[in-house]
């Protein structure tokens, strides 16, 4: 056997920066978006009235499942779009949503929801995951719990890749009320900087972009650590541990 021949020896440490340095520089992008609104991300919520922020976490909970029934069936008919057409239409969607103020950004959430969840499958396939099982499907749900764009978040909070749950029939449901809290508390953040005055239209389009970029950018960080994992054959607990160390000694992006 000459030395082609050989397999190729995986630099875990080498994909751990690649993944550690996607995750920091994610954490950014929803700072032009709390710049253009004026305020802080733990201040948007208060701009909601009580009975919207009272039913944000019951509204999350049915426009992810509406996402998981609308995602898997759009894979039939339309195919997977480059990143950056995806974010424009995200963008514009946000635009259509923020125009009308709080009741069209409502009405908006279940549909950049599904966008959301069908970009997150993409990713899952560019990394060979099958998005039609119910485990890559589970994975696909728990991005959502990353924390959103326009937190302050420094990346170091990993624990949406290895949280799991026994995988059944149910296994799915389960996840979506674990991430429902999260999320609710994310897209509560987006439709409120969507209900600005003036900056309606503008600030959905911007927070759409964010949101996009984040999650997809989550999306890659999450399978390339599920595919780092199988390849190196290392517990994904493990691997989680190393990513963290590694997290923590990046300089600021």
Sequence with gaps: MSKDDLPIKLDVDAELEKIARRYKAASGVGINVLNLIGGQAENLLDRLPASVRKQLEGA???ALDHAMTAASKSRERVPDQ???????VSAAMGAAGGAGGLPTALAELPVTTTLLLRVIEGVAVEHGFDPKSESVRFDCVQVFSA?????????SDLAFLTTRLALSG???QAVIHKVAPRLAVVMGQKLAAQTVPVLGAVAGAATNYAYTSYYQEMAHVHFALRKLAIEADIAPEELNKRLAVRMKSLAPV
């Design 60 to 62: 999350t909970v049915k």
């Design 82 to 88: 480059a990143s950056w057409l995806n974010t424009a």
């Design 147 to 155: 924390a959103g764009p326009l937190a302050n978040d420094d990346g």
């Design 170 to 172: 149910k296994a799915v």
